[in-house]
């Protein structure tokens, strides 16, 4: 049978059955509606009422009361770590609901938040979910334009914040960047502010409410809001080859059953099982895999506010060892980078709680999985590499741990209800093994983006209209003769740094906001740690002999527009860019230039000035 042979009423079938592990307040009678033409309106589970909070607190508070829902660990290590139990959850989601409540927040308000790894952005938006509020996390490293932007786009009521959060050695002053931010975000009425760093800070008098000032007045019970299967659940911001990043809506019911699912199937996650996923909360992973997935299954997940560095590299491992985690989930780029420190740090640690490893977030390269898998689970942990993406809401090719094979670098097979195909560029579906293809899923899925915020066509155009009646995800992948993917990286202009997606022109916008610039082309070139590096090859109106501080000076641009986790690490500055006579920069000239590919640059007989290419070659960066 072909690799892609998929029967949709299996598919229904499945994700039934997976909709029998949920308390509803009414069940469903259509699994799914709607399909990937027209206008891509998918339901599923439609008739279906819940509040995921019911599932993922309140029915462990009555079954299992003392167990641990949420381990602690803050930034410095000599702070006690703190465990909440699932009764305390409960309280706390209850009281913080009811706080919103006496705002005036009602359901379907956006509330953001832009905080540290506290428990309190975990029960602020578990409580947000609960009053049928829609949470859109802000990941904290983004500067005060980049909130600005996202508080302006989903119409946010509310902001809730830390005075301040630690970052190893750093306290991040996030309420003063929350104040920057909205001296223009008219939308936004309230501002909570949970007492954390006490950093000096202002606060204004009708805006700003300090939390355990409004928790003296909360109520430890609160009935959720009832919700439809399509009512929202959250926006999250993330980039794409266009345009300002776009916040992506996902749904109640669909999502948590892929969550819940997911998290149990990939991880094979048992009742005692300590998980611990690295993700900040501001990421697609923070939500689904921190948080829902692991409360929604009932189990006990870490949440750890520093970084792996602080106060040295052996952080991570002794949290292991500390907190018998058995099941450690993060990115390519902390491996790579805390494999750098050396093999002798992890083995002073006894870590033979673990069972699962996981990767996710990039490609991971063998060699980095080869160390993962030595260093971290001694040669007896399977390590799941699980592909997917802020869209897809959940995982949807992985190994699963314990059942199937695992191979370095390759995610292998999808999920059970995940239908993955490989299509050629002119749309044609490629059957069998594949060595490059553009990786599309055929069918809908329950925990996908439903809608763009604000902006339906833009979702259809952007994931619907390159390759016809499928949704195309922007990787490219190979399959193997055993049907197993290989994710091989974006196709589009999006550049994965670190884990983290940017779109090339919002990098050029930044840079270009610098008035010495006249344009700009970035690219993603081969980084030994981060994966890809940011290359920005950069004109400007006049020579300036100060070439140290002008890049400087570019970096803090990029800094102040998106936030320091954007800055270029090569900036060249070129005195023209290969263009073709119609305008159009030939980014893939510049890509192979930043490759080293020098021998395969192509045609530049169509460029505008050809010698263009050798005058950048010459001053190449890497
Ligand atoms: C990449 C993160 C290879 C991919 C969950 C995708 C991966 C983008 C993997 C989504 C993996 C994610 N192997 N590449 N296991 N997981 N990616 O939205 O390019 O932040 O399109 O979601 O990360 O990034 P996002």
């Keep these: 049978m072909s690799a892609t042979n998929y029967d949709l009423k299996k598919i229904l079938e499945h994700w039934d059955n997976e909709a029998k592990n949920f308390q509803w307040h009414r069940s469903h009678q259509t699994t799914l509606e709607g399909d990937f033409t027209g ?223 997911s998290f149990r199937e990939v991880f094979d996650f048992k009742e005692n099982d300590i998980f611990w996923c690295t993700a900040d909360l501001g990421w697609i992973t923070g939500h689904t895999y921190t948080t829902y997935g692991p409360l929604l299954n009932g189990g006990t997940t870490l949440i750890f506010e520093g970084i792996p560095t602080f106060p040295n590299g052996e952080r991570f491992w002794q949290v292991i060892e500390k907190h018998k985690v058995t099941h450690f989930y993060t990115a390519p780029t902390a491996i790579r980078s805390l494999e750098a420190l050396g093999d002798e740090l992890p083995q ?124 195309f995800t922007g990787d490219g992948a190979k399959r193997d003769q055993l049907n197993r993917y290989r994710i091989t990286g974006r196709v589009d202009d999006v550049i994965n740094v670190s884990g983290h997606r940017f779109g090339t022109a919002e990098i050029e916008d930044a840079i270009d906001e610098h008035h010495d610039v006249v344009e700009s082309a970035v690219i993603g070139y081969p980084h030994p740690i981060k994966g890809q590096g940011i290359y920005a090859f950069v004109i400007c109106h006049h020579k300036r002999s100060d070439t140290e501080v002008l890049e400087k000076e570019i970096r803090d641009m990029v800094t102040k527009v998106i936030g320091p986790i954007a800055k270029p690490d090569l900036i060249q500055f070129v005195d023209a860019l290969p263009k073709t006579r119609s305008g159009k920069i030939m980014r893939r000239i510049l890509r192979k230039i930043g490759e080293n590919e020098l021998g395969s640059l192509g045609d530049t007989s169509t460029l505008l000035d050809p010698d263009v290419v050798n005058r950048i070659i010459k001053g190449k960066k890497n």
Aim: overall charge negative; some cysteine; hydrophobic content about 35%.
């Design 348 to 471: 002073k640690y006894k870590m033979g709680s673990l069972k699962v490893l996981g990767s996710v977030g990039e490609p991971i390269n063998e060699e980095a999985w080869e160390w993962f898998h030595l260093n971290v689970g001694k040669g007896n942990c399977p390590i799941v590499d699980t592909w997917w993406q802020t869209e897809t809401g959940g995982i949807m090719i992985s190994t699963l741990a314990n059942k199937t094979e695992c191979v370095p670098s390759f995610a292998t097979y999808p999920l059970q209800g995940i239908t993955p195909i490989l299509v050629d560029n002119t749309g044609d579906e490629l059957k069998e093994s594949v060595n490059e293809g553009n990786l599309c899923i055929k069918y809908p899925w329950p925990s996908m983006a439903r809608s763009i915020w604000g902006d339906h066509e833009r979702f259809i155009q952007t994931y619907f209209t390159t390759y016809k009646g499928c949704y």
């Design 39 to 261: 206008d891509v309106k998918i339901k599923w589970f439609k008739e279906a009422q819940t509040n995921i909070t019911l599932n993922a607190v309140d029915r462990h508070a009555k079954t299992t009361p003392q167990k641990t829902a949420i381990i602690f660990e803050a930034n410095h290590p000599d702070t006690p770590a703190q465990e909440i139990s699932y009764l305390e959850l409960s309280t706390a989601v209850n009281r913080m609901a009811s706080v919103y409540k006496n705002l005036g927040i009602k359901k379907g308000d956006v509330i953001c938040f832009y905080m540290g790894m506290t428990p309190e952005l975990v029960i602020g938006v578990l409580a947000a979910a609960r009053i049928g509020a829609i949470h859109s996390v802000v990941f904290g490293g983004f500067s005060a334009q980049s909130l600005a932007g996202r508080i302006e786009d989903s119409g946010a009521v509310c902001l809730v914040t830390n005075d301040g959060a630690y970052r190893g050695e750093k306290i991040i002053n996030l309420k003063d960047i929350c104040d920057e931010a909205l001296k223009n975000c008219p939308t936004i009425q309230n501002v909570i502010v949970h007492t954390h760093t006490k950093n000096a800070h202002q606060m204004l008098s009708g805006r700003d409410h300090y939390l355990h000032e409004l928790l003296k007045n909360s109520d430890p019970q609160f009935p959720f809001e009832i919700m439809n299967a399509e009512d929202p659940l959250f926006i999250l911001y993330t980039s794409g080859s266009t345009g300002k990043p776009k916040g992506l809506l996902h749904t109640t019911a669909g999502y948590m059953v892929h969550a819940a699912y």
